[in-house]
């Protein structure tokens, strides 16, 4: 759909392979907006933007307290006020340079205000991505993973056709969900992209409608967060997400409620570090610390696979851990040594040994 046909919609939206060097570090900002989504990608001077919160002002307050007057893409995942409410606001008072949007059509006012402000922006390229469109900006890599395609003559849930991309700077990676459900994700499982992302943003804020275990498992994430308000309504994030980013991923989980999260990775080392925000289901008061090193010894994160917290998946890494055995880890926890799973399984120590030797399994008390 061209950018004119908008009118008639508003009366009735892992390790990657790069070219050159990459030496910059990509700042990724989770933003304080409440009960909405709203992040921002910053990487040698290129700036992306996915979705802009509820209130019409506090992601263009960022940015402007941030001192960016412009973007170079503007992702609007769906049309639902909590993801879209401040894109009018940034079109028209900040320089962007592309918007993407499914194209699918809304029936409340700030769908309207949306599009008057992008029909206004007479110098912004409007794009409804189909599924595995590409956008480079300089080293910066934008992957639309899903919808297949535009949503302009979809009538179904605004969920099902919202936009989910994949961002890449040299090997660092994240994915930014949206509201993605578990159709969607089942969609983008069902393709030959590649999904596996060091950062992932849950889909619907870590509600118990996105998030399946299949998905986490093949993200595979190493940061995991959700955006949502601080005692919402809703009850954001589900504890049954929580429970699945535990078992099926190594992953950190850090959530918004109402902070800003700053994450930022060094291409050169791949390394993540990260400020702010809250740890769902940990203790109260519980801050967020640095990644890219363990907080006992100076070896790069996952340097050992601790069998008292690493998922179902990672713990199949280690030599003589299969799929049955990965459940009974879990189900036996917590282990004071590995030892004791000799008597778990009745086995020699054999096998005990050649873990040892392997040097990937450990015990975290």
């Not at 089942?186 to 849950?202: H, Q, V």
Request: proline letters at 3%.
């Amino acid at each position: 759909m061209q950018k004119s046909q908008l009118v008639a919609v508003s009366v009735a939206i892992g390790f990657a392979l790069f070219a050159g060097p990459v030496s910059a570090v990509l700042k990724v900002t989770a933003l304080s907006v409440g009960q909405g989504d709203s992040m921002l990608f910053e990487a040698d001077g290129q700036t992306v933007m996915i979705d802009a919160g509820r209130s019409r002002y506090d992601a263009l307050n960022h940015l402007q307290e941030a001192g960016i007057h412009r973007l170079d893409l503007l992702v609007a995942t769906h049309a639902h006020a909590d993801h879209i409410g401040g894109a009018s606001a940034i079109l028209e008072e900040t320089q962007v340079e592309s918007v993407w949007y499914n194209g699918q059509a809304h029936t409340t006012q700030t769908f309207e205000t949306f599009i008057d402000a992008l029909l206004e922006a007479q110098d912004t390229q409007y794009v409804e991505p189909e599924r595995g469109r590409i956008k480079k900006l300089g080293d910066v890599k934008i992957t639309a993973l899903h919808p297949e395609g535009s949503a302009a003559d979809y009538g179904g849930h605004l969920h099902d056709k919202n936009i989910v991309v994949r961002i890449d700077y040299g090997p660092c990676s994240a994915m930014v969900t949206g509201d993605i459900e578990h159709q969607g994700e089942a969609e983008i499982l069902r393709t030959d992209l590649d999904i596996d992302a060091d950062l992932l943003e849950l889909g619907h804020h870590g509600s118990s409608t996105s998030s399946s275990p299949e998905f986490l498992e093949a993200v595979d994430p190493t940061i995991v967060i959700a955006q949502y308000g601080e005692d919402n309504q809703y009850g954001h994030p589900h504890d049954d997400v929580i429970a699945y980013v535990d078992r099926y991923t190594d992953a950190r989980f850090y959530g918004t409620a109402d902070r800003t999260i700053r994450m930022q990775c060094d291409p050169v080392e791949h390394r993540w570090s990260i400020e702010g925000g809250v740890q769902p289901g940990a203790a109260e008061g519980t801050a967020a610390r640095p990644f890219g090193r363990s907080t006992d010894t100076d070896r790069p994160l996952h340097d050992c696979i601790d069998i008292n917290s690493a998922s179902r998946k990672r713990l199949q890494d280690i030599i003589h851990i299969g799929d049955a055995r990965s459940e009974q880890i879990i189900e036996g926890r917590p282990w004071s040594s590995l030892d004791e799973l000799t008597e778990f399984w009745r086995v020699g120590e054999n096998q005990i040994e050649d873990m040892r030797d392997q040097g990937m399994a450990c015990v975290d008390r």
